[in-house]
């Protein structure tokens, strides 16, 4: 299966989809560090680093899936185009394919926690707030079948819901 996290920076997905990953005994392939590691490696910021890293990810999560291994992807996903690249990599590997997108209802808190993390992924600046607002005003609506969670309800909890969820995808 093909696990796809979706949500906004801060929101908390990167946090759920590592406690899934856990749970599951499945890995993650995560965007920022991919880029990152572009960026470390030379390749110029004015560059489209961010598509790269999630063509280097798809092509990641492929080998995984390959092995007959369920993987999740952690990233942003805001737009069409990225959500179609995962539905036609789970298409190619005739895998089902399953939406999370994470969500932070309260605006203080997905503030506080954005501004308040580190997640020591060198040379890879967290976003400000500001872009968030800007990317959230540009966040394409969803048209495939997803489940959403809220960050306001702790990790265990979302990912036993997580879990129920995944059941039911075929």
Known sequence: MLIVM??????????????????????????????????????????????????????????????????????????GAAREQWRSLAARHNVPVAFIEVVCSDPVVHRRRLEGRSRGIEGFPEPTWEAVERLREEFAPWTDHRLVLDAVTDVSSNVTVAVEFLATVS
């Open 6 to 79: 979706a949500g906004l920076p801060g929101s908390g997905k990167s946090s759920v989809a590592e406690a899934l990953g856990r749970r599951l005994v499945a890995p993650i392939v995560s965007v920022d560090p991919i880029e990152a590691a572009m960026w470390r490696a030379g390749v110029a910021r004015d560059q489209p680093t961010g598509l790269a890293a999630y063509v280097v990810a798809e092509a990641v999560a492929g080998g995984v899936l390959s092995l007959g291994q369920t993987v999740i992807t952690d990233a942003v996903n805001a737009v």
